[in-house]
């Protein structure tokens, strides 16, 4: 039994012995590489990959977390930092501070810096000329920002400044990025990068910076809207009566008829429901005083055309001539503010 038990023995070391000897060198070399591998990460930290004293390739990302790995399944007392250095490191790889490859010194962003637009409240002693200054933009920026006419600007105002050349945009319902930059003359990423829309894109009543943007004239706050001028225009079937100077149409009060224009000025007169060539009769036979004398707030009245005119005295001149406003009148689809000159106030007739 004995000499049985000897052979037994035997022929089990010369079975396993080569293999423990063969796990024993490969835990020694996994062991020596991790101590390598976490001497090296021990100086590839945050601090020095930012201060550009290290240069981490996509191989050594690898690396840092097989060692991070071992490291925590050996239970290494340096597991910890190997770990917090692979993760910081990862976090920056992803972030997209990369090239070709290579992880390099990230970008870091002052975050006093000022991006996008800037909310400034007016302090004593300044004004909108030196706030313009401090920025960097001109004058005319903060003012058509803000919708300002002019630079005058009481202590206390909030004003919206863009933090580089540019205006300051409200979103309106409809706005695209890239209607906003076209129509403004800026780029779409300039505006998206600048203002963070990124994620979140524009909504209706933000404020954002448009880099290098401009109003255009027609939106500028001191615009004023030609006005088409109409001067001593007679026309036959009305004979003198239509001779007018002077003449500005404002098309922001709406078109109509002569007779509605009348009824807004004299409320009174609206139990008058009749063509306008009926009216100085009607107005008589309603008790209304008629006469030839123009006077401030009387409807002048003719019977002459089709269906007649009125309109309404807005003021008597020195010289006998008359301010009036009108609708529909000598192609104005509005109302037409005008002079008719002392020679033809006779034509009229006056309902006081």
Wanted: hydrophobic share 35%; glycine share 8%.
């Amino acid at each position: 039994m004995s000499k049985k038990s000897k052979n037994t023995f035997g022929e089990w070391v010369k079975t396993v012995f080569p293999y423990a000897l063969v796990t024993v060198v490969v835990l020694m070399t996994v062991i020596m590489g991790s101590i390598s591998k976490m001497n090296a990460s021990a100086s590839l930290s945050l601090d020095s990959i930012v201060t550009g004293t290290s240069e981490v390739s996509v191989d050594s990302m690898t690396e840092l977390y097989t060692v991070a790995d071992l490291s925590n399944t050996l239970g290494l007392a340096s597991a910890g930092d190997v770990a917090d250095n692979y993760v910081m490191t990862t976090t920056m790889y992803d972030s997209g501070q990369t090239t070709a490859g290579k992880l390099e010194k990230p970008s870091l962003t002052d975050v006093d810096a000022s991006r996008g637009v800037v909310e400034h409240i007016l302090a004593e002693g300044e004004s909108l000329d030196s706030v313009a200054a401090k920025y960097g933009v001109s004058a005319d920026q903060v003012r058509w920002s803000n919708g300002l006419k002019t630079t005058d600007v009481a202590v206390g105002t909030t004003l919206y400044i863009p933090s580089s050349s540019g205006i300051v945009y409200t979103v309106k319902s409809g706005d695209t990025v890239d209607s906003i930059a076209s129509k403004y003359g800026s780029s779409v990423e300039e505006i998206t990068a600048l203002n963070d829309l990124e994620v979140s894109g524009i909504t209706e009543g933000m404020k954002i910076l448009v880099k290098d943007g401009s109003l255009p004239e027609t939106e500028r706050p001191e615009y004023v809207p030609p006005v088409r001028t109409y001067t001593a225009y007679t026309y036959t079937y009305l004979g003198n009566t239509s001779e007018r100077t002077n003449a500005v149409c404002n098309r922001a009060q709406g078109a109509g008829q002569c007779t509605t224009w009348a009824w807004a000025k004299r409320p009174d007169l609206q139990v008058i429901q009749a063509n306008a060539n009926g009216w100085a009769a009607l107005a008589a036979a309603r008790g209304f005083p008629v006469n030839k004398t123009p006077a401030a707030g009387a409807v002048f009245q003719t019977s002459s055309g089709w269906y007649g005119h009125v309109g309404y005295v807005e003021s008597v001149n020195s010289d006998g001539s008359i301010n009036v406003s009108e609708r529909n009148y000598s192609g104005c689809y509005g109302v037409l503010y005008s002079t008719i000159p002392a020679s033809a106030v006779g034509n009229f007739n006056y309902i006081h």
